[in-house]
């Protein structure tokens, strides 16, 4: 791997984190609800967004692996 | 309750981590980007920040360079990436911290509570700093320099000149010297301008029995006693200028004759001195053979003032409140307030005046209280002796500070020209020449 897509791959994992913060953010938000801090129904606000986040999380490291598989790009060797 | 500004590109992250803090019972403001954040911050005044470090128009640091100088907001870094952990670190000073993406309601509770606490309550699990070589303290840039030089000399077996004001702390450089250079022998400290001519020969050398008076028995001198260690020799320009050649000699030829005998005796030791005098002052007052100079500095190490690294202060002041409650008993803590305090004084006296005003403040204060109390104004004796000095400033030609001198040493000795010429220095016939350029000089003078 050379420099510039190490780069590349650095702001991809950055990218693919943010919706792991953001889970982790809902989390709390869950936890407080079942601990009857919030209303229960936030909880399940935040769970769906949670799901919506966990699938975002896949398709942008699927994504990742198809940016760095050998031979798809135009480039040739 | 505190104001909390909350910046972050990811809106939905704000709006979650909003309703976190909202519900711990804080009032939040947000923003998604660095204009957002500075318009906030033009408009209110926050107890706390929370910062992405990565924002759409730059980096989160640079809101930090809009906080007023001195501004007591506390601001905790966000940041995704954990090696950007260490850079933060470097760049913040103490009110700043960080927390690694992803965050727990934890975190955020963890960074907003310490704005309340003392920075000092978590210093009783780990102190908040660190001794360089086992005796030195300070982070800023002048001493991570110092520490290198330190680092650098304790590898050879150099002679080691310090320099420095008063009160900087040139013996702890002294035994941090010595620590770093992991050898044998010990470490022996003398002074050399607390010896008379006569007892500094002994002091130095030892004496055999019957060599003097009162000699009544043998003794080794410190040389002797520093044999493979560090000899640290303060005040070493008020050595009388005569017991130089004695010293010299050593320094050549690392053997010692004691007072009173004959045989040489081997003796191996690196020799630390150290002068408060400055080195131009050295050369130029005569206080120090030319030759013995370049004997003991063979590596000169200037000590920087106190005043030249104020961020050192919190920490040293927390170094020597943890030292007085071990010795005491007691629980004293400082107040962030308290601690901008010292910050802003100039500490003539250096760090000396600072662990003696942190003693004071400890026996002043109620030994059942947390609480130190400090004077209202930070006052020395000695100060007055520093406006003098202060007075001098950059810009200012040599010619106008001699001729200030002159006159104020002429107004001390009433007028008495030879008695100004002494104190000065100079010849009378030199002060009258002076006199007469500043055109101040009557023809029956």
Known sequence: MNEQQFEQLQIDVHDARRPLNRITMQAELIKMALQGEIPAEKALQALDKVIAECKSCSESLSSLVDKFRPGTEETTE | ?445
């Open chain 2, 1 to 445: 309750m505190l104001t909390v500004l909350l910046v972050d590109d990811d809106t939905e992250f704000l709006d979650v981590a909003c309703t976190i803090i909202e519900f711990l019972g804080h009032e939040v403001l947000t923003a998604t980007n660095l204009e957002e954040a500075k318009d906030w911050l033009q408009k209110e005044t926050f107890d706390h920040i929370l910062l992405d470090f990565m924002l759409p128009d730059g980096s989160g640091l640079h809101l930090l360079e809009s906080l007023p100088d001195g501004s007591p907001t506390h601001v905790t870094l966000i940041t995704g990436h954990p090696s950007v952990k260490g850079i933060i670190k470097d760049l913040c000073g103490p009110k700043v911290d960080y927390l690694v993406k992803p965050i727990q309601r934890e975190d955020i509770e963890q960074a907003l509570s310490q704005k309340n606490k003392p920075r000092t309550a978590s210093a009783s699990k780990k102190p908040a700093f660190t001794k360089h070589f086992g005796h030195l303290i300070g982070e800023s840039a002048c001493m991570q320099e110092l520490y290198k030089l330190v680092g650098r000399v304790s590898k050879t077996q150099a002679n080691v000149m310090l320099l420095g004001e008063s009160g900087v702390g040139k013996e702890v450089v002294a035994a941090a010297i010595h620590a770093a250079s992991e050898c044998d022998g010990p470490y022996v400290a003398t002074n050399c301008g607390a010896f008379s001519k006569e007892l500094i020969g002994s002091e130095l050398f030892g004496h055999e029995k019957g060599a003097f008076t009162g000699a009544v028995g043998k003794k080794e001198g410190v040389f002797e006693q520093a044999e493979n260690g560090t000899l640290f020799l303060d005040e070493i320009t008020e050595m009388p200028i005569d017991m130089q050649p004695n010293l010299l000699r050593v320094l050549e030829n690392k053997v010692v004759i004691r007072v009173g005998g004959t045989k040489t005796i081997p003796v191996n030791c690196r020799v630390v001195s150290a002068t408060n005098r400055a080195m131009e002052e050295i050369a130029e007052s005569k206080v120090l053979r030319e030759d013995i100079y370049f004997r003991l500095a063979v590596f000169p190490i200037t000590i920087p003032p106190l005043r030249e690294r104020k961020e050192d202060i919190p920490m040293l002041a927390e170094f020597f409140i943890q030292q007085l409650n071990d010795e005491n008993g007691t629980q004293y803590q400082w107040q962030s307030g308290q601690l901008e305090q010292l910050c802003s004084y100039d500490w003539p006296g250096n760090v000396r005046e600072l662990r003696h005003f942190v003693h004071r403040a400890a026996i002043m204060s109620d030994p059942e209280s947390r609480e130190l109390e400090l004077p209202k104004t930070i006052e020395s004796p000695f100060a007055k002796k520093q406006n003098l000095s202060s007075g001098l400033k950059a810009g200012r030609t040599i010619e106008e500070v001699e001729k200030e001198l002159i006159y104020a040493t002429l107004e001390k000795v009433d007028g008495n020209k030879t008695t100004a010429a002494e104190m000065l220095g100079i010849s009378t016939k030199t002060l009258y020449n002076r006199l007469h350029a500043y055109g101040d000089l009557s023809d029956n003078d």
